[in-house]
């Protein structure tokens, strides 16, 4: 067991034996074990030490109630995560508002509520004083989802937005909540969220991730891993794009036009209202032609956006992906695909930091 401290996110799926039988049991579960062996590339003694190993450290339980009544011969004993002995607390800072959230080791989220951004003293305390209030549980593990740069050994931000520089919010959480706590970039946590608490961009070996509110970001998965780069995330803020009526410049950069404030500013500068369908459309053909520009780049198996901006059109994506299919220069058709959290994807982003550590090395956490 880790006793505390600030500890890189692994954002990726587990590939030990424990780890796969650990998901087998979290995607498949109620599940017995010859289901398991079907399941994961393992024998049936491996997979029945690793089990073994999981009830014994209570991440997993049988479940005699749920045997079926009907079944010829030894009753198999259904297998689940146990929901009742552990948790993790998870944080995603916005620019505004801040998301604390309380989830088992399924991911679901137990409790969750937004409060304002204030500073990470409080921020901290309030994460602590709501997993408090989860005392029949114990807390493993701390995760944070924020903006801005972040270092990922020392748990150390930077955030402009929020004027925060050097600030130790990974010392700060540590603290407060007397666990080990990770701290991510919050596109790349989505994208670890898409990964390992859904598996909706494990079906490729390749994936996109874009994200777009206020701000702007994208993250990369390679073969069941987001892609951290080793000097923090990079950024596609100043990606120079053909505004439209968004600007009144030929070109700009893509965070520029992207936001509720831009569109206000446009609207303003047109003399129309900032919900009219011009602006959206202009929005939506702006976002399809740089997500298709970043396609090009990369060429991924797979796409999938979140962010307000992508969800505000009254036509949903279907501007987006006419607007990608014009720009792109590969003729193989991509669907862009919407996040399966909708607007939970921040807190989403949090657990997934913060079960990021269970889910590689189940045993290494209790």
């Known amino acids: 067991m880790i006793g505390s401290g600030v500890v890189p996110a692994s954002l990726r799926v587990g590939t030990g034996p424990t780890a796969a039988v650990l998901h087998a049991v979290r995607v498949h579960g109620p599940v017995t074990r010859d289901q398991i062996v079907a399941a994961v590339d393992l024998s049936p003694a491996t997979v029945n030490r690793q089990v073994n190993a999981l009830l014994d450290a209570k991440l997993v339980s049988e479940r005699p109630d749920l045997v079926d009544p009907g079944a010829i011969g030894r ?32 991911g679901r989220t137990l409790y969750s509520h937004a409060v304002r951004t204030t500073d990470i003293t409080d921020l901290c305390t309030q994460l602590s004083e709501l997993a408090d209030r989860f005392s029949g549980r114990r807390v493993l593990w701390g995760g944070v989802a924020i903006g801005g740069a972040v270092d990922s050994e020392s748990g150390v931000v930077d955030h402009p937005i929020l004027r925060w520089r050097h600030q130790p919010l ?36 390749s994936g996109l991730f874009f994200y777009a509110r206020e701000t702007v970001g994208m993250a990369m998965t390679f073969d069941g891993q987001v892609y951290q780069p080793a000097r923090g995330a990079g950024t ?71 962010g307000d901006a992508f969800a505000a059109h009254p036509q949903g994506l279907a501007p987006v992906q006419a607007a990608f299919d014009e720009a792109t220069r590969i003729d193989r058709p991509l669907e862009i695909v919407p996040t399966c959290f909708g607007v939970h994807v921040p807190e989403a982003a949090a657990v997934a930091v913060a079960l990021s550590a269970v ?7 209790v």
């Open 170 to 205: 990974g010392d700060e959480l540590t603290a407060s909540l007397r666990v080990p706590v990770s701290v991510s970039e919050h596109v790349q946590a989505m994208a670890a969220a898409e990964l390992i608490l859904s598996g909706a961009m494990a079906r490729g070996p």
């Open 359 to 365: 889910y590689v090395d189940p045993l290494a956490v």
């Open 236 to 306: 596609i803020a100043g990606l120079t794009v053909v505004p439209g009526a968004l600007a009144d410049t030929a070109v700009a950069p893509l965070q520029s036009v992207i936001g509720t404030q831009s569109l206000i500013d446009a609207a303003d500068r047109l003399g129309i209202e900032p919900g009219a369908n011009r602006l959206a459309d202009e929005r939506a053909r702006v976002l399809g032609q740089a997500v298709a520009a970043m396609r090009d780049v990369v060429n991924p198996d797979e796409i999938v956006v979140a």
């Open 75 to 106: 009753p198999k004993l259904p297998l689940t995560i146990d929901r009742d002995h552990f948790c993790v607390a998870g944080m995603h800072v916005g620019a505004r508002r801040t998301a604390l959230v309380i989830a088992d080791l399924r």
